[in-house]
């Protein structure tokens, strides 16, 4: 596979659920690729179909879905066509997934040692002895002090960003193609969560793993991702690089994704949301989904779907705004006072990273 060569295209995804109340347009024309090594982050609030999308390539959704419309194309071949047996070889070895919850990711009764272990003896061929000592390097490449100790130990004896690093190692174990990162740092304080994402950056280089990284918090991702797709009523509203969701974004959802995140500049006491509620995806609204909560909608929004204007070569975003005969509209001062703020931490973390590029003499 070559450096610009797509490892995943996802091709106009439909997933829709059946339940007592009608059918949940859950996943709605869904695109995006990622490529050898990429970092992709997928945001959006609660039930824009984030983890949905995730599930569907991991052949994990539930029973009641189906899927009338879509190509999963991952290294050549539509994973849709998998029998289950094929998912159970791309499972945990191809395509390995860090769930939102390590504790209920572990199994409670079986040693994280043997947990770690596992998929080393499914998918590599190990036999015990050896998938424990890899699982050893494992627990110490992702921050777990004194292996050889705890390698013994059971979920409920360890804290939950411990189960977290546990719950990385396993995912890394095989070496997967693609890592799933399923909202990962949410239960952690904030410092335990830079801790994990500086961890995952660097065993991702170590592997050369593309990442796709679920999440709710664009602060998150500011350091992280190479593209952003922003999730709105299981459609991607606004997708392009980081630097062009941060510093350029297009759409008014990404707008109140970027005002309602607090910072230690945020002098309010209160913090900024987006106001109204996502719609009921039994019956999607007619035109433009985020037109009921957003305060510069045209009157063609709630007639006609907006489709994805062209910003560069790799922004677009999905609103009427952007057409030629849209009045001119722009995010509120707060965005911008935050641009020149985030444009400063850039600065500070590409020194960071070209100390580190130079065995940590001063850049």
């Known amino acids: 596979m070559t450096e610009n060569e797509n490892i995943l ?25 990622l490529k050898e090594g990429e970092t992709l982050a997928i945001v959006g609030e609660s039930g824009s179909g984030k ?31 998998n029998s289950e ?6 499972r945990g070895n191809e395509i390995s997934m860090i769930f939102q919850d390590p504790m209920t990711s572990l199994d409670p009764t079986m040693r994280i040692g043997n947990q770690i272990a596992e998929p080393l003896i499914k998918h590599k061929g190990m ?17 777990i002090p004194d292996p050889e100790i705890h390698i013994r130990d059971y979920p409920h004896q360890w804290s939950g960003g411990m189960r977290q690093r546990a719950v990385i190692a396993i995912a890394l174990a095989a070496e997967p ?14 410092t335990i969560q830079a801790q994990i994402m500086h ?18 918090d ?31 974004p ?35 609204p007619k035109g433009d989904a985020f037109a009921a909560r957003n305060k510069f909608a045209l009157a063609i929004d709630s007639e006609e779907e907006p489709p994805f204007f062209k910003v560069s070569e790799t922004h677009s975003a999905k609103t009427w705004l952007l057409d030629p005969r849209a009045p001119k509209v722009e995010p509120s001062d707060n965005i911008k006072k935050r641009w020149a703020r985030w444009a400063e931490m850039s600065k500070a973390t590409e020194r960071l990273r070209e100390r580190d590029t130079n065995g940590g003499a001063d850049a």
Do not use: C
């Open 177 to 190: 193609d693609i890592l799933i990162a399923d909202e990962p740092t949410t239960a952690l304080d904030v």
């Open 51 to 81: 983890s949905v999308t995730t599930k569907t390539l991991m052949g994990l959704n539930a029973r009641n879905a189906i899927i009338p419309e879509g190509e999963l194309i991952f290294k050549g071949k539509d994973l849709l066509k």
């Open 9 to 33: 295209e996802v091709k106009n995804l439909h997933v829709n659920f059946h339940t007592y109340a009608g059918e949940v347009k859950a996943i709605r024309d869904v695109s995006f690729s």
């Open 250 to 284: 297009q759409h008014p959802y990404t707008w109140g994704l970027l005002d309602s995140m607090p910072t230690v500049d945020t002098d309010s006491d209160r913090l900024t949301s987006i106001p109204g509620t996502p719609p009921d995806l039994l019956n999607p």
């Open 218 to 248: 664009l602060g998150v991702v500011a350091g992280f991702a190479h593209k952003v797709a922003v999730m709105y009523a299981g459609e991607i509203v606004e997708y392009g690089s980081v630097e062009e969701i941060f510093y350029n």
């Open 127 to 143: 036999n015990k002895k050896a998938a424990l000592s890899r699982a050893l390097e494992l627990m110490q490449q992702v921050g």
């Open 199 to 216: 961890m995952m950056a660097e065993l991702q280089q170590n592997i050369n793993s593309s990442i796709i990284f679920i999440t709710h």
């Open 85 to 90: 047996k094929d998912w159970q070889h791309i």
